[in-house]
């Protein structure tokens, strides 16, 4: 398994960012105002990820909710973590411990 999968366990959302559910997706906030928002399919995997949905598995619900293959669902996946974890919406577990 790659890289990113291994690392998928171990990320989660950064301490001060929330989230609303809306009709197009979802809102991210942290505590300093600034904002995303996320459209389908970035909302949905948002929501795997922070459910913990086991690697296999969400790319699996990923494909097929966007009806690509699994390999397009883990080059999505693999683009917007690296994308949020660039912008500080996620952070890995292991970084935060020792901060």
Known sequence: MPDLCAR???IRPAPRVTWVVEDSGLVLFDGDE?????DTPEAALWDLLCR????AR???????????SESGAELLASAAIAAWSREGW????REAERA
């Open 8 to 10: 998928a366990f171990r």
């Open 34 to 38: 600034r904002r995303s928002a996320l």
């Open 52 to 55: 913990g949905v086991p690697w």
């Open 58 to 68: 969400l790319l699996r619900i990923l494909a097929a909710a966007e009806r690509i």
């Open 90 to 93: 996620l952070v890995d577990d």
